[in-house]
């Protein structure tokens, strides 16, 4: 059992206790839990043992799904600090955001991690989607990339991101560009695109193609997907859409999503464009 379930033993319900969620994702000293509605009413004396547990300022409580093209979370403080901004650490970078504007999943940070070690001498990178920089950043610090595009169209995500490549120090790799992808992404200029999206990330793959230099590259394209397609739906998907000669696609998952629903990544190795 969870410490967190443990130290709510007494104090809820036993047959409410088993719903407590084993954990929560921590930015910085915000913590960000999710609870199922049976436990909305006690979302208070949750978030007061979790404060009483040390390391943790703020207690925000998620209460819907990432919303519109801002991809603004959908959160609100319950207890401590009311801040919803904050500074993270992960991975030799530090990410400052506000987890109630800004994107940013801890679940992630094994494909970030994963993309910013496969990236080789010299390349040239496009975000697409690049947040605060949870890409890009780690990219430019622990890869070896020339140059990296940061696309973001939420203005508070993109000023956030400029102040993160400032505090990082890769202010001469990253160069972040505001606006809808579409309208102002670079074409014909990276070696590997990353379209971090989810959920309409497909509907991007034509203009990954567009980004990518004319004898190909890498796409690292993300979608959420019921278990039972999460092969043949994003196959499908980047052979219809993206516009290039298929030479190498793997799909990989990240994470479980929702029951019955996985986040996956699928690595494309791209050619020439298609003619016709």
């Known amino acids: 059992m969870s410490w967190l379930r443990e130290s709510l033993r007494g104090v809820l319900p036993e047959e409410k206790l088993g719903l407590v969620p084993r954990g929560f994702q921590r930015l910085g000293r915000i913590a960000v839990i999710s609870l199922p509605d049976e436990l909305m009413g006690e979302a208070e004396v949750i978030a007061a043992k979790i404060l009483e547990a040390g390391g943790i300022e ?16 959908a959160v609100r403080v ?18 400052r955001l506000d987890v109630a504007e800004t994107m940013f999943s801890k679940g992630n940070l094994d494909e970030r991690r994963r993309v910013a070690e496969s ?69 014909g200029v990276a070696d590997r695109v990353i379209l971090g999206i989810i959920h309409v990330g497909h509907l991007y793959l034509p203009l990954a193609g567009e980004v990518l230099k004319e004898e190909g590259g890498i796409v690292h394209y993300h979608e959420t997907v019921p278990e039972k397609l999460r092969l043949a739906r994003p196959i499908r998907r980047v052979a219809e859409g993206l516009g290039r000669e298929i030479r190498k696609i793997e799909v990989r998952t990240v994470k479980k999503y929702a029951p019955g ?6 690595d494309v190795h791209a050619g020439p464009r298609r003619s016709g």
């Open 119 to 187: 990236v080789r001498d010299g390349e040239v990178v496009a975000d697409l989607f690049a947040g605060v920089g949870q890409f890009s950043i780690p990219i430019a610090r622990r890869g070896r990339a020339g140059l990296v595009y940061a696309v973001e169209k939420n203005p508070v995500a993109y000023r956030y991101l400029c102040e993160n490549v400032r505090l990082n120090r890769v202010g001469d790799r990253v160069v972040p560009i505001p606006g809808d992808c579409r309208e102002v992404a670079p074409r």
């Open 58 to 73: 703020t207690v925000a409580l998620r209460t819907g799904e990432i919303e519109g093209w801002r991809r603004r979370p």
């Open 78 to 95: 319950i207890a401590g600090k009311p801040t919803t901004e904050t500074l993270h650490r992960e991975d030799g970078c530090v990410f």
């Open 261 to 266: 629903v996985v986040h996956v990544v699928v």
